[in-house]
């Protein structure tokens, strides 16, 4: 089992910048890839950056890239989301997921689906 937990969420005014860490904890060497998610009120999960644990590439979601950083910091089990330049569109739940397949193509790294464990959230709220 692994165990995810979410923090650094919060109230920003447009234009303004928020980091948010993910805290892994449980049988972390299982894991591969891990990613961002948000979902805003009435609308689906939505993919928004992924990061593979050994190496460190990245891939992000076209309506955040150039905006937000995917970092990890593997001494602490950590993963980030750097989000500058946040708008009003941004507002939503983030989420991070981690998985088990080693193989995880960017392609499938996009759908929620693909992942086994999920944290509990973090609310980011953009005032316009």
């Known amino acids: 089992q692994v165990q995810l937990v979410e923090s650094g969420g919060g109230l920003v005014q447009t234009g303004g910048s928020l980091r948010l860490s993910c805290a892994a904890s449980?049988?972390?060497?299982?894991?591969?890839?891990m990613a961002w998610f948000r979902q805003a009120p009435g609308k689906e999960r939505e993919f928004v950056a992924a990061i593979k644990w050994s190496g460190g590439s990245t891939y992000y979601a076209d309506s955040v890239k150039g905006r937000f950083t995917i970092s990890r910091d593997i001494a602490k089990n950590t993963v980030y989301l750097q989000m500058n330049s946040l708008k009003p569109e941004d507002t939503a739940v983030y989420y991070c997921?981690?998985?088990?397949?080693?193989?995880?193509?960017?392609?499938?790294?996009?759908?929620?689906?693909?992942?086994?464990?999920w944290g509990q959230g973090t609310q980011v709220t953009v005032s316009s």
């Open positions: 449980g049988r972390t060497f299982s894991t591969y890839t």
């Open positions: 997921a981690t998985d088990k397949d080693p193989y995880t193509s960017w392609r499938r790294a996009v759908r929620a689906y693909e992942y086994d464990y």
